[in-house]
């Protein structure tokens, strides 16, 4: 299994990959709403892709269209080169794991996992094979018999990616499989889920909102906002070089700034970038921004760092600056400030 | 006493004065015997329980419970697609709609309804004149009067209660499964068998307990659509009371009916429990 996922992360930098899902021109309206306008969209085999935004963003319709539980309005979906824009979910050699898990309340663990394989007529002894394999890779082996209300939200979350990945399908489909679950519990899962994906080479779509998780899990991060594609990236790119101000402010924190001659575009500085200093004590300095003058107007105390809020003299702006616990200077609510930042770490957004 | 525990008082007043102090009346006459006359003399015998056995009793009896189990197997094959179709095909707005028109008979007199039978289904009914006037048959047929009328008639005034528990389970089941079982490769018809169906089973249940027990005790619907020939157990019961005087003989008709529909009402609970049962022993178990 190793050298399997090696051998798809080499795959991964050659300039020609297989391509496993293809969206074209998709568009979804629901009772005349447009929830989808154009949509195209490719996903490559073995890749670990997040579809990341705000509820209501159109990422889950985008998922659920994937899976054939919603039919696209106009425009084609490709499943491993064959079109399966019309075909039924029960037709499709996709599989989800579903926000609220949808495990069967009236089956044990194991009736509930062999129940695709069933369907799909796998033979008997195919069947426990696999199912004891997943069931393995899944940690459940001891609660093979167990209903699902029997169960921590966990546990019956790794079910339901057993019940999943046992179809070994060409696409996992995952809805916020992990919001659910208490923060702790999340951090673990998503490690989990990262390695079981490396384990199998599968093709994951994984739908969150929550952009640490996105961040953390993917390959790649799609940035859906009303329904259009924002940003699609690698992580580190997105957090970087975010392209326009949603990304931005949906990714982390940012401060955003006006270019004097372009109201198509604002400068976004991270918190973590933002030098603050007493005023007019340090010099102009030519790879730093001009100083903006301010007040601290709060600081917060978050754990690792303290966030720092500082009110702009001529804009009125708040900007977010952090305050670590080795800082010689302790900034208090009322000081007089400049900040400035150094040219190279403010990106240039569309607004 | 708590002084909210008052509150109960009304209704166990009513509950005593008119349901549990006849019952026990009931009681106490079954043990009794009656004069010639009717009138009854308290001798503490068990003659009437003993007479429920002759032949005469015991064919009628049967007739009952196969009556009944035919009207609950009816309804359910009946009932199960109206509340499939209120609750999982009808778009939200009109599932009230939908369960209003199965309630709507209701709103009639049960006694009107029966009759309405009588007009359409007599050979000078509704149903011969259309069939004569059509040339379909020479001579009216005999629609009424028999055994078929009287299932017609109790399916017809039972069928709601088999309908709204299944209703109510089919609307409370997590559509979310139906997607779970349709993305693991089920088509609709297997997802409907290993899914929906076995999760609808407790409204099933309950449903047809309420059917079942309800024809047992049927006699408005034999009376007025089965004449003389088709009597049942509950006609007999109420032929006790009202013509043959022997209050009794009724009395323990009606106890052993009671008794049975007890029984039913246990197994029914005993099942759930054991269901439940088995998941809180499972629990244990980890």
Known sequence: MEFKANDRKKGCDTPKMKEMIRLVGITKEFDHTTIIPPLDLTINDGEFVTLLGPSGCGKTTILRMIAGLEHPTTGH?????????????????????????????????????????????????????????????????????????????????????????????????????????????????????????????????????????????????????????????????????????????????????????????????????????????????????????????????????????????????MVTAYQYYDDKKRWKADDRVAIRWKTEDAVKVTK | MKRGKLLVVPAMGWLSLFFALPLLIVVVVSFASRTAYGQVVFNWTLANYIRFFEPLYMTIFATTIVTALGTTLLTFAMGYPVAYTIAMILPKKWQQAGIILVMIPFWINFLIRSFAWVIILRSQGVVNTILLHLGLIQKPLTLLYNDAAVLLGMVYALLPFMVLPIYVSLEQMDKRLLEAASDLGAPPVTAFRRITLPLTMPGVAAGSILVFISSLGMFVVPDIMGGAKSALIGNIIQNQFLAARDWPFGSALSIILALLALVMILLYYKALQAQKGGQAHAKNLA
């Not at chain 1, 546990?155 to 339901?160: E, S």
């Not at chain 1, 990262?194 to 899990?217: C, P, S, W």
């Open chain 1, 77 to 317: 979906i490709y499943l491993d080169d064959e079109d399966v824009t019309s075909l039924a979910p029960y037709k499709r050699n996709v599989n989800m794991v579903f926000q609220h898990y949808a495990l069967f309340p009236h089956m044990t663990v194991e009736e509930n996992i062999r129940f695709g394989l069933m369907m799909k007529k796998v033979p008997r002894e195919e069947q426990d094979n696999r199912i004891n394999q997943v069931l393995y890779l899944t940690q459940l082996e001891d609660l093979r018999y167990r209903k699902p209300q029997q169960m921590s939200g966990g546990q019956q979350q790794r079910v339901a990616i057993a019940r999943a990945v046992v179809n070994n399908p060409k696409v996992l489909l995952l809805d916020e499989p992990l919001g659910a679950l208490d923060y702790k519990l999340r951090k673990k899962m998503q490690l989990e889920l990262k390695n079981l994906q490396r384990g199998l080479g599968i093709t994951f779509i994984y739908v969150t909102h929550d952009q640490e998780e996105a961040l953390t899990m993917s390959d790649r991060v799609i940035i859906v906002n009303g329904g259009r594609i924002e940003q699609d990236d690698p992580p580190a790119r997105i957090y970087q070089y975010p392209k326009s101000q949603f990304a931005a402010n949906f990714i982390g924190e940012n401060n955003f700034f006006a270019i004097e001659g372009d109201d198509q575009h604002l400068l976004a500085v991270r918190p973590q970038y933002i030098e603050v200093s007493d005023e007019k004590e340090e010099p102009e300095d030519s790879s730093r921004a001009p100083f903006y003058y301010g007040s601290v107007v709060e600081i917060l105390f978050t754990g690792t760092i303290d966030k720092v809020y500082i009110r702009l003299d001529n804009t009125n702006q």
